[in-house]
């Protein structure tokens, strides 16, 4: 059973900056894929960002240009640098696992989800 913890959320004005982390334990799969969901009150979890271990990753065009995927395979870590912040973005955020290659922003494709972070935004 793959666990997965978030850490790094927080609130922060407009225009600034947050770093997310999510470590994964309990699995020894050498490729999976890793990324970042999000949930708004009221609204429906959508993707945010995802990366394979190989390096191919995808965004959703609402944080391209501003968020950036990363990752450290020996640690089984990835990581979420969020800039320019926008009110908008403020949501609760949720790391997803899936071995194996995947890219889809369709949050049944993943079997593994953490407890999530939050990030306020305000104006």
């Known amino acids: 059973q793959v666990q997965l913890v978030e850490s790094g959320g927080g609130s922060v004005q407009s225009g600034g900056s947050l770093r997310l982390s999510c470590v994964a334990s309990?699995?020894?799969?050498?490729?999976?894929?890793m990324g970042w969901f999000r949930q708004a009150p009221g609204k429906e979890r959508e993707g945010v960002a995802i990366?394979?271990?190989?390096?191919?990753?995808r965004y959703s065009d609402s944080v391209k240009g501003r968020f950036t995927i990363s990752q450290d395979n020996f640690k089984k870590t990835v990581y979420l640098e969020m800039n320019n912040l926008k009110p908008e973005d403020t949501a609760m955020y949720y790391c997803?696992?899936?071995?194996?290659?995947?890219?889809?922003?369709?949050?049944?494709?993943?079997?593994?989800w953490g407890q999530g972070t939050q990030v306020t935004v305000s104006s």
């Open positions: 309990g699995t020894t799969d050498a490729t999976y894929s």
């Open positions: 997803a696992f899936r071995s194996g290659f995947w890219l889809q922003f369709e949050p049944s494709v993943y079997n593994s």
């Open positions: 990366i394979y271990t190989r390096g191919a990753n």
